[in-house]
DNA sequence: ATATTGAATGCGAACGTTCGCCCGAACGCT
DNA sequence: AGCGTTCGGGCGAACGTTCGCATTCAATAT
């Protein structure tokens, strides 16, 4: 491996103090002409990069930007991981910054990695997902008043900078899109009550319903494990009921939850989209490909991870307007799924309600 | 903030010098036992933790692993990079190492990336995925000898570290499997010839067939991309043949094109499963949720993860055999889509080979 | 009694930067 | 001619470690 340039072998190339050029390259200082241009040279022939380690030594910073997620169980996958590491290790890039990633712990105390970081200066700040109500990771941050951005809310009355997708606007498209396709009985496949971003989406449901004048019918609200299962066994229970009360249409809070919502639908010999439509949530990019296709809410994720950097890092900069907090609105996505028409396997047409 | 804890305020209340308080907490020195405890009593209650920025300028590393990827296509999932991530982060974690997420880059040339973080010393070393023939990657870390390992292997001339699934011991399960159960025509939906993981793939293909005595039809073999509507195109053109040609299993190199053949074979009324048998690669945890639930080749992503790290950390402490190279068998899935049965919706089978 | 060991600890130096202060020379002004 | 101002650049210091060598003191061997 080649021996590493330092400042002082520029320096020596160019014949002036190694500060000075220092001074050069972070283009702060007045110095001549002819003197730039001859340490400029230097660092080109010897093929100068400066050592980042001394400069975080230095600036007392690492330039670096935690990152950790919850594994996605072994029946599902993370839909947006990739995207979203790939938004934010980019953002993150352009102002010299780099995402660290560390592990997920389920069994201890899950701050832990978050403290072992800040303790021994390895971050700037980190980014958080998957936040719940009463969020452990939230207040240990804001205690320690350490720097970090939420892609996600949590309780209305904590108040930190958090970039967030609009699920409520999400579900309200459905529900809209639904209304127009005629129906009246639209039944909710949902999370338990623990749930933040479920609870988010049933708001979105529940003032779809009423701005479209339909009145809630608890019968058709279940609450159920966000998984294949889940889905599976509420929409069989909701295709049980007396016909006056069966929906005509279902709306899962999640694409899985909808592929078992499908599989239930079809066991009893339903056409789906024709016979009865179903809705998911996150647009999984295999959902395109279901038989029927399915209709989804695809969340912006590249643009929520440029967002949650650029606030992380004006943070970090301090030229921040402390709060900072922004929601992002969904996209609804009509397939095959919600559309009553025969099936096709190309066609796929996106609709974006303003 | 707090303010931060160094070494020379434990070392002043415990009343010795800085330096001895290093050799203590680095277990290296012979120092009294009173001192050492009243030292670690010391760090105890000032809540002392190594700064890590000054620990890597002193000892010239930076205990950070650089990663980048390919992102996904949008139409499909990476279905083993939140598996594998958490692997490398776990590995790396216990050892005091931490990945370093940098984006991909289409545009530029691909190893910009890679070369700004070795001339600023950022990185300790890479691990590299998604390795092709001549992998510009690969060529210029060996030429600059830094450290790394690959996911995935690449010329065979070539020789550096890496792990790899053995893809063609997949293929021949799948074979094998087939094989069983009566099959002798054999489709293999591939990829084009550039691809080194689809060489792989056909090659156990191909020595499954030859060990089961059945010999090679070219006219079942049919390359094309691997995404849905190469599956969908290709096993439409298989299901074109004269009866007598017609393969009555098919292997798709990968899930999404299994998907696009179920799709093709349930347009033309053929139940799968039934009158044609269809396996897919990867297992994407989707496919155990479609109609008919899919066979595919799981690969143990875990474990890749865990001995990628575990190799490039003893090229790091330079305790290693230099040239380590490992294969680790996947595991075939047995579902409804090649087994013949009537459709049940929580029936998986695991079966594998040994 | 003196030389030889060994353990326990102190001390200087270095890793490669950046920052602020200082100093000399040149310049323009009264 | 004297004085303040600006420009160009040098220099010391510091960030928090780790490492190797020097030093001290007591214990043992000669």
Redesign the interface.
Known sequence: ??Q?VTLKQVAVQAGVSYQTVSKVLNKQAQVSKETKERILEAVQTL?Y??????R??RL?Q?C?IGYSWA??P??????I???L??SM??AA?TAGY???????HFDQETVTAYR?LI????VDGFVISSVEYDDPRVTFLQE???PFVAFGRSNPELSFPFVDIDGAAGMQMVVEHLVRLGHRHIAALAWPKDSRVGQNRMDGYLSGLAANGISVSPGLILRCEGN??GG?EATSRLLELPVIQRPTAIMAFND?MA??AI?AA??RGLQVGVDLAITGFDD???V????PTLTSVRQPIWEVGQQVISILLSILNETSLPGAQVLVRPELIVRESSRGQSIQ??KTKLVNYP
């Not at 990069?49 to 001394?54: E, L, M, V």
């Not at 780099?98 to 997920?104: E, G, K, Q, T, V």
């Open positions: 491996m080649a590493r093929g990069h400066p050592n980042s380690i001394a975080n030594m007392q690492s670096l594994p996605a072994p029946d599902q996958v993370n839909p991981l990739d995207q590491l790939q290790a980019q890039e780099h995402l660290l990633c560390f592990p997920h072992d303790d021994t200066n390895r320690r008043g350490f294949f299962q599976l899985v592929i078992g599989r079809q066991e999984t990019p295999m395109q490909y279901l038989t396997n190309d």
